[in-house]
């Protein structure tokens, strides 16, 4: 039976499994895309091989806001930016910059 101050895992183990799924390796050319200045959607959406329309048709928007958002011609609600890190497989915060 399970007691309440049991643990599941050493503390040992569940550093090594956080650490194993906490941070996805990209590729040097996509970093070196956010720090040249591409927005990190356009940034992330080319990492998974997506084009604006796909991207557009996962999330629910208009491939044109789309590319507003993109080219830094219109923002995003929280909204928003919520639908494309979960497209994107992304943590909300590596969206916004």
Known sequence: MFEADEPWATEPELNRFKGAISQEQIPLEALDRLLEGDHPVKVFRKHRGLT???????????????????TRKRGGSTRVYRRLAAALAVDIGDLID
């Open 52 to 70: 604006q329309k796909e991207l557009a048709a996962m999330t629910g928007l208009n491939p044109t806001y789309l590319s507003q958002i993109e």
